[in-house]
């Protein structure tokens, strides 16, 4: 297959003198399989110039949208993709649905005639749209895998395998713990990482021939820019070398970097891996970049129809137990925006015995709590025999890994720090209701 970078910028558009190496456009990736079937990853600001280009190509146009998320720098060159007002293209669109709305109503609104002069019903061509969540599924012969991302609204992350060969696509993605590793451990490995989302994300990266990546920030950075949704590029080589990749390309550049800062930080990146002794090729996503990756030929695609499906947007019972009432009342107050139904304990014993009586669909935990703490209500319900193995998450201002591993082991499912960005808290809690098997009750 062939990959070519068509934008490599976050957040805003930044044209000028000073981003021509490295380019200006937002989010756009265009992949190709050998047997010429088109993928597009995001419809950044690039996807105006593909669409010039796929213009000149034998008509009609049939492609694959892949959505990460519906973030400004991830949609809005769809409005000005010149193939959706060609008569007789075809474009499915898979995308998480956003939260309380539909893909399409959420295109639609950033099409709203405020914003720009056409609505979505005046597209000529044929859009199919494919609302997803983690999940796996096949497009011909492509195997395409989701993973939600740690971001402040729902996201995908996509593996794509074809031909032996595979691609993941990770942008926007922030660590789910300050440190991958934890501290004093010489050759770590995968059980040494402290946060089960971390190892999860890496796991999802294994073995992968390229790792597309979001690596906006420097670690110097990130410490001032937490809760923001995006990753320290040294997370990313880290991750990325946890995951055994081949190659990995750093994108979704901060619009406060320019050329020199990125070449200098491109070179930093390769000599750091270097020195750790690893084969990891490392680059900077920039305009016109082309990676080809071989396909060997006859490899038959695994069939992943039979994957369970994710669960779609449903209202939930959520259970939140904190001894701190202005916590509640602030946690109650952003979920309450997704339409749950909110129960609020005290304390520990009063967590439990609400737990038991009302068999909520998932419950956000303090560490610290009168009676019986965090860590005991999680442990006495996960032995509770006949309780349901609903998501359990720690919400706490404790972020010693001694706690954040204790709780895992414990058979908890996520853990939070405070404080948390309110568009993360919901994004964190949506992603456990939409799991497989995570089904909620009507
Ligand atoms: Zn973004
Ligand atoms: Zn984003």
Same mark, same amino acid.
């Given at each position: 297959m062939r990959i070519r970078f068509w934008g490599t910028r976050g957040s805003i558009p930044t044209p000028g003198p000073s981003t021509t190496r490295y380019g200006g456009n937002t989010s756009c990736i265009e992949l190709r399989t050998d047997d010429g079937t088109l993928f597009i990853l995001d419809c950044g600001t690039g996807l105006r110039l593909l669409g010039q280009r796929l213009q000149q190509e034998p008509q009609p146009i049939v492609g694959n949208i892949l959505l990460s998320h519906t973030h400004w720098d991830h949609t809005q060159g769809f409005a000005f993709f010149e193939p959706v007002f060609q008569e007789g293209n075809k474009f499915t669109i898979f995308a998480v649905s956003g939260v309380d709305r539909s893909l399409s109503e959420v295109l639609a609104g950033q099409m709203d005639y405020l914003y720009f002069p056409l609505t979505l019903d005046e597209l000529q061509t044929s859009i199919i749209f494919k609302e997803i969540g983690e999940e796996a599924f096949n497009v011909g012969d492509v195997q395409v895998r989701t993973q939600f991302l740690n971001h402040t609204v729902l996201t995908l992350g996509f593996r794509i395998t074809v031909g032996g060969a595979t691609v993941v696509y990770a942008a926007d993605h922030e660590p789910f713990s300050t440190n991958l590793y934890r501290a004093g451990v010489d050759n770590p490995s995968l059980d040494d990482i402290i946060h089960a989302g971390d190892r999860r994300h890496v796991e999802f990266l294994a073995g992968a021939d390229l790792v597309i990546h979001d690596g906006q920030y420097t670690n110097a950075e990130y410490v001032n820019k937490r809760n923001w949704g995006h990753s320290a590029v040294e997370y990313v080589l880290d991750v990325a070398m946890a995951a055994n990749v081949k190659q990995v390309v750093l994108i979704h =550049? +901060?619009?406060? =970097? +320019?050329d020199d800062f990125l070449a200098a930080l491109e070179a930093r990146c390769q000599d750091h891996v270097r020195a750790l002794g690893s084969n990891l090729q490392v680059a900077l996503g920039a305009e016109g970049l082309e990676i080809h990756l071989p396909e060997t030929a006859d490899q038959v695609p695994e069939d992943l129809t039979a994957q369970p499906p994710s669960t779609r947007y449903r209202p939930a019972r959520i259970l939140v137990a904190d001894d701190d009432p202005g916590l509640v009342h602030f946690i109650k107050a952003v979920l309450s925006k997704d339409k749950y139904d909110i129960l609020a304990a005290h304390n520990g014993e009063e967590a439990i015995k609400l737990a038991l009586q009302e068999r909520p669909d998932l419950i956000l935990l303090d560490v610290m709590m009168p009676k019986l703490s965090g860590y005991d209500v999680a442990k006495q319900l996960r032995e509770t025999p006949g309780f349901p193995d609903i998501p359990i998450i720690m919400f706490t201002a404790r972020a010693d890994e001694e706690d954040i591993m204790r709780s895992f082991e414990l058979g908890v499912n996520d853990y939070i720090g405070k404080p948390a960005a309110p568009a993360l808290l919901r994004s964190r809690v949506r992603r456990w209701l939409m799991r497989p098997g995570q089904e909620t009750e009507e």
């Open positions: =550049h +901060d619009p406060g =970097h +320019d």
